[in-house]
């Protein structure tokens, strides 16, 4: 073609393009690393692990397996999976499946392997990263108080001395006592961010105080006795056990529900990631209540009487109960018994328990005046510590392993080893006197901050070294720094990842884990429903011939008519000389209505009379 000058146009050269072989029809496809590239990134990151330190070592594989427990449930999957291989049953297959079977096993899915493979190394690089990100973001560590010389003790250390010239002005304002005798004792709880505590005194007094301002945010009468109270979700509801009832408050003091099915509760728990209000008292009742939907989950009945102490597991969401018998039972809403009984002090009853963050460890005190440390692993008793001044009313369990013991007018704190193994000094301590005995002791979350809840109203002491000092904000309702926005925004979060109440069990890795194929178990459980089936159409059979008792004529099938009936086989002597006696009265009127002279005997001696 030409222009109107005559001459052609040039032509269009074309870029020489070098060949793509990822480029297909004008469509460009993005794929990822190679297999081979993958291959050496596993490898680099391999070595990379076995170069990190035994502590960094343990952290990455505990991310990478999930938990630290996760590494031998998968190999007991494993060996379990290869045991089945071996053990498979190919009786019900014919020789041409048994071939294509033997064909299937010796070709191997080669991208079945690579997809694994390509997973396995994201997942260990990210787990990696993440614990690098964690030793640079959590760059605080708990701060205990330590001695110069062996001649000093930590316990010499009290309140006074910390709050007049050691501690910081803003720490040290939360040691202070509040006295209120009029509707003592009191108990005192925090919740999950420990911005707000609760005072619940049992003659009726609740109180709710703002722990940043340390202002009074509600305050209300209830006119009768308060046995106990927490809060639910977050600081803004909280939930009281009356006299009668359970009541839902608002953070104004506004009543909002009453519990009518929850009757004379001692002791309250409340789950956050199900949603769950726990309730035990006088009727010996465990009940779940679901607090987003209102409605009742389940109902069980311990059968061991009256219980004062309920404390949950944070690890699993078990609920641990101390009877007066001196037992401890674990409970989940899924089952109607009790799934572990332990009887933790004998010939007591357990008067306080509490479980650590890992939920290895339990603390029990009862009325023997003794501590002990059970290991939840294997439920068995590790040690134990005596008290003095009284039983131990009350113990808590910090976010960082301290323990807290309340005894009479005296609460001792250990270190987190004393949960491990027996210890022979005590951390801290500090005495109320006269206001004895504790009704409880409850760390702050978050804060070197323990609240005691006593005779004489509420005291506040630091623990330095108690608190967790790296907080999570991604957590729900664990910044105690949110606004109203971002409350509402978790509320809603939380309530999209509210756990089912069949998700509690004592092992919470089997949820979202592989079922074992494990064959034999397999085939013996179809064994055993087959015969319970059998057994059941057995007695249905038998049942069907042992029919009931055709009723006759009106009257007849009455129960007294059946029970005479029943009578008339019976052999006794009573009735047997009744039946004589009525046999010699029949005769003798036969007799003398015939006009046979009747010879009764009468005039006989008395030695004869029994010829008559």
């Given at each position: 073609m030409k222009d109107s000058s005559g001459e052609a146009p040039p032509t269009k050269k074309h870029k020489q393009v070098p060949h793509n072989p990822n480029q297909t029809a004008g469509n460009t496809i993005t794929r990822g690393a190679s297999h081979e590239q993958l291959v050496a990134r596993r490898k680099s990151a391999k070595s990379h692990l076995s170069a990190l330190t035994p502590e960094q070592r343990s952290s990455v594989l505990a991310r990478y397996h999930g938990t630290a427990g996760r590494t031998?449930?998968?190999?007991?999957?494993?060996?379990?999976?290869?045991r089945d291989d071996a053990n498979e049953d190919t009786s019900n297959?014919?020789?041409?499946?048994?071939?294509?079977?033997?064909?299937?096993?010796?070709?191997?899915?080669?991208?079945?392997?690579?997809?694994?493979?390509?997973?396995?190394?994201?997942?260990l690089e990210n787990a990696i990263d993440a614990m690098h990100a964690e030793e640079i973001l959590h760059t605080h560590q708990a701060g205990l108080i330590e001695v110069e010389n062996d001649m000093e003790r930590t316990t010499q250390v009290t309140q006074d001395k910390l709050k007049n010239g050691i501690l910081e002005e803003n720490v040290a304002r939360n040691i202070y006592d509040l006295e209120l005798g009029d509707y003592s004792p009191y108990k005192m709880n925090y919740d999950r961010s420990g911005r707000y505590s609760i005072l619940c005194g049992r003659r009726g007094h609740m109180a709710v105080i703002d722990q940043h301002t340390m202002g009074l945010r509600t305050e209300f009468y209830l006119g009768e006795t308060a046995r106990d109270a927490c809060f639910l979700h977050s600081g803004m509801m909280m939930a009281v056990a009356q006299e009668k009832n359970v009541f839902i408050y608002d953070e104004n003091g506004v009543e909002i529900?009453?519990?009518?099915?929850?009757?004379?509760?001692?002791?309250?728990?409340?789950?956050?990631?199900?949603?769950?209000?726990?309730?035990?008292g006088h009727g010996g009742f465990l009940q779940y209540q679901d607090t987003s939907t209102g409605l009742l989950v389940s109902q069980h009945r311990t059968k061991l009487g009256p219980c004062h102490v309920i404390r949950q597991n944070p690890f699993n969401a078990v609920l641990h109960l101390g009877h007066t018998n001196g037992t401890v039972t674990l409970w989940s809403p899924s089952s109607s018994e009790y799934l572990v009984k332990m009887l933790c002090h004998k010939g007591s009853a357990v008067t306080s328990l509490a479980i650590d963050r890992s939920g290895t460890y339990m603390a029990t005190g009862g009325g023997d005046s003794k501590v002990r440390i059970w290991d939840l692993r294997m439920y068995k008793e590790t040690h134990s510590y005596n008290t003095y001044g009284g039983p131990p009313m009350c113990l808590d369990i910090s976010q960082t392993g301290i323990l807290g013991i309340g005894h009479g007018c005296h609460s001792t704190f250990w270190k987190s080893d004393a949960l491990k193994v027996k210890v022979g000094e005590m951390y801290m301590k500090h005495e109320v006197s006269g206001k004895g005995p504790l009704e409880s002791l409850r760390f702050r979350p978050f804060e070197d901050v323990c609240g005691i809840g006593h005779a004489g109203g509420i005291s506040s002491i630091v623990i330095p070294g108690s608190g967790e000092p790296c907080l999570d904000s991604m957590e729900h309702f664990t910044n105690p720094y949110m606004d109203s926005k971002q409350r509402r925004e978790a509320e809603v979060r939380s309530l999209l990842e509210k756990l089912s109440p069949d998700m509690i069990a004592l092992d919470p890795d089997?949820?979202?884990s592989i079922e074992e194929s494990n064959i034999i178990q397999r085939q013996q459980r179809l064994r055993d429903m087959a015969e319970e089936a059998d057994a059941r159409k057995t007695a249905e059979k038998e049942d069907a011939k042992n029919k009931k008792e055709k009723k006759r004529m009106r009257g007849r099938s009455k129960i007294a008519k059946k029970l005479a009936?029943?009578?008339?086989?019976?052999?006794?002597?009573?009735?047997?000389?009744?039946?004589?006696?009525?046999e010699r009265e029949k005769s003798a009127k036969a007799r003398q209505e015939r006009g046979e002279n009747i010879d009764n005997g009468d005039d006989a001696p008395a030695a004869l009379k029994r010829f008559y």
């Amino acid at each position: 073609m030409k222009d109107s000058s005559g001459e052609a146009p040039p032509t269009k050269k074309h870029k020489q393009v070098p060949h793509n072989p990822n480029q297909t029809a004008g469509n460009t496809i993005t794929r990822g690393a190679s297999h081979e590239q993958l291959v050496a990134r596993r490898k680099s990151a391999k070595s990379h692990l076995s170069a990190l330190t035994p502590e960094q070592r343990s952290s990455v594989l505990a991310r990478y397996h999930g938990t630290a427990g996760r590494t031998d449930l998968s190999s007991t999957r494993l060996r379990n999976l290869k045991r089945d291989d071996a053990n498979e049953d190919t009786s019900n297959l014919s020789s041409l499946q048994l071939r294509n079977l033997q064909k299937r096993r010796g070709r191997s899915d080669r991208d079945l392997k690579r997809q694994t493979a390509r997973r396995e190394t994201k997942r260990l690089e990210n787990a990696i990263d993440a614990m690098h990100a964690e030793e640079i973001l959590h760059t605080h560590q708990a701060g205990l108080i330590e001695v110069e010389n062996d001649m000093e003790r930590t316990t010499q250390v009290t309140q006074d001395k910390l709050k007049n010239g050691i501690l910081e002005e803003n720490v040290a304002r939360n040691i202070y006592d509040l006295e209120l005798g009029d509707y003592s004792p009191y108990k005192m709880n925090y919740d999950r961010s420990g911005r707000y505590s609760i005072l619940c005194g049992r003659r009726g007094h609740m109180a709710v105080i703002d722990q940043h301002t340390m202002g009074l945010r509600t305050e209300f009468y209830l006119g009768e006795t308060a046995r106990d109270a927490c809060f639910l979700h977050s600081g803004m509801m909280m939930a009281v056990a009356q006299e009668k009832n359970v009541f839902i408050y608002d953070e104004n003091g506004v009543e909002i529900h009453r519990l009518d099915a929850h009757k004379r509760v001692f002791g309250m728990e409340f789950l956050p990631y199900h949603w769950l209000l726990a309730t035990i008292g006088h009727g010996g009742f465990l009940q779940y209540q679901d607090t987003s939907t209102g409605l009742l989950v389940s109902q069980h009945r311990t059968k061991l009487g009256p219980c004062h102490v309920i404390r949950q597991n944070p690890f699993n969401a078990v609920l641990h109960l101390g009877h007066t018998n001196g037992t401890v039972t674990l409970w989940s809403p899924s089952s109607s018994e009790y799934l572990v009984k332990m009887l933790c002090h004998k010939g007591s009853a357990v008067t306080s328990l509490a479980i650590d963050r890992s939920g290895t460890y339990m603390a029990t005190g009862g009325g023997d005046s003794k501590v002990r440390i059970w290991d939840l692993r294997m439920y068995k008793e590790t040690h134990s510590y005596n008290t003095y001044g009284g039983p131990p009313m009350c113990l808590d369990i910090s976010q960082t392993g301290i323990l807290g013991i309340g005894h009479g007018c005296h609460s001792t704190f250990w270190k987190s080893d004393a949960l491990k193994v027996k210890v022979g000094e005590m951390y801290m301590k500090h005495e109320v006197s006269g206001k004895g005995p504790l009704e409880s002791l409850r760390f702050r979350p978050f804060e070197d901050v323990c609240g005691i809840g006593h005779a004489g109203g509420i005291s506040s002491i630091v623990i330095p070294g108690s608190g967790e000092p790296c907080l999570d904000s991604m957590e729900h309702f664990t910044n105690p720094y949110m606004d109203s926005k971002q409350r509402r925004e978790a509320e809603v979060r939380s309530l999209l990842e509210k756990l089912s109440p069949d998700m509690i069990a004592l092992d919470p890795d089997v949820i979202g884990s592989i079922e074992e194929s494990n064959i034999i178990q397999r085939q013996q459980r179809l064994r055993d429903m087959a015969e319970e089936a059998d057994a059941r159409k057995t007695a249905e059979k038998e049942d069907a011939k042992n029919k009931k008792e055709k009723k006759r004529m009106r009257g007849r099938s009455k129960i007294a008519k059946k029970l005479a009936r029943k009578q008339k086989n019976v052999i006794d002597e009573n009735v047997n000389k009744l039946r004589e006696a009525r046999e010699r009265e029949k005769s003798a009127k036969a007799r003398q209505e015939r006009g046979e002279n009747i010879d009764n005997g009468d005039d006989a001696p008395a030695a004869l009379k029994r010829f008559y």
